[in-house]
Antibody, heavy 120, light 114 residues
Framework: VQLVQSGAEVGKPGESLKISCRASGYTFTNYWIAWVRQMPGKGLEWMGIIYPGDSQTTYSPSFHGHVTISVDKSITTTYLHWGSLKASDTAIYFC??????????????WGQGTLVTVSS | EIVLTQSPGTLSLSPGDRATLSCRSSQTISSSYLAWYQQKPGQAPRLLIYGTSNRAPGIPDRFSGSGPGTDLSGRDFTLTVSSLEPEDFAVYYCQQYGSLPLYSFGQGTKLEIK
């Protein structure tokens, strides 16, 4: 199992941006993929999650309306998109696969992280 | 909203010591819904423990998880490292599954070399 994320990005406030997470080594449509933010020197924040099988998506209230999570099953890739960046979006973003065997819910595989820097 | 509070914020210990990290939930959660991760600088988090006490594949048996605590409230969980190795010094996060936000993390405990 591998989750490979796109490279570091630099954007300006108000610009749009999309980063990606390509999955391999397992049946892509059978596992949820989440996005997690880590601001500089801070902890982990769950942003939202998508089920590639049917594109069902749930967002954390803290991020709902500011980011969009999408998927392209044909290339086993999940995306995190901003329509209008803010300086406070500067962070490392991780994608992570959710495993849920017998009622447990945890993130067993993680991407390497994508650094997003927003600066005018 | 379920909030996870980890303590202490920083734990200073020496190799060979026993480390005990705490994670308290603001509401009762099922033991199935609590996991622990380790994160080293510049790396992605790594799953250590799931379902409160199950070690992830490849995790050494010096790592163990327990809970809920003796107050039977279903809110106190513990990660123990029985004898610290140099590579264990890192930041540790607990994570829960529940009501919105569906998933949340504690603020982390930094385990540093004394």
């Amino acid at each position: 199992v591998q989750l490979v994320q796109s490279g570091a990005e630099v954007g300006k406030p108000g610009e749009s941006l999309k980063i990606s997470c390509r999955a391999s080594g397992y049946t892509f449509t059978n596992y949820w993929i989440a996005w997690v933010r880590q601001m500089p020197g801070k902890g982990l924040e769950w942003m939202g999650i998508i089920y590639p099988g049917d594109s069902q998506t749930t967002y954390s209230p803290s991020f709902h309306g500011h980011v969009t999570i999408s998927v392209d099953k044909s290339i086993t890739t999940t995306y995190l998109h901003w329509g209008s960046l803010k300086a406070s979006d500067t962070a490392i973003y991780f994608c992570a696969r959710l495993d849920e065997p017998m009622g447990s819910y945890y993130f067993d595989y993680w991407g390497q992280g994508t650094l997003v820097t927003v600066s005018s | 909203e379920i909030v996870l509070t980890q303590s202490p914020g920083t734990l200073s210990l020496s190799p060979g010591d026993r480390a005990t990290l705490s994670c308290r939930s603001s509401q009762t959660i099922s033991s199935s819904y609590l996991a622990w991760y380790q994160q080293k600088p510049g790396q992605a988090p790594r799953l250590l423990i799931y379902g409160t006490s199950n070690r992830a594949p490849g995790i050494p048996d010096r790592f163990s998880g327990s809970g809920p605590g003796t107050d039977l409230s279903g809110r106190d969980f513990t990660l123990t490292v029985s004898s610290l190795e140099p590579e264990d010094f890192a930041v540790y996060y607990c994570q829960q599954y529940g009501s919105l936000p569906l998933y949340s993390f504690g603020q982390g405990t930094k385990l540093e070399i004394k």
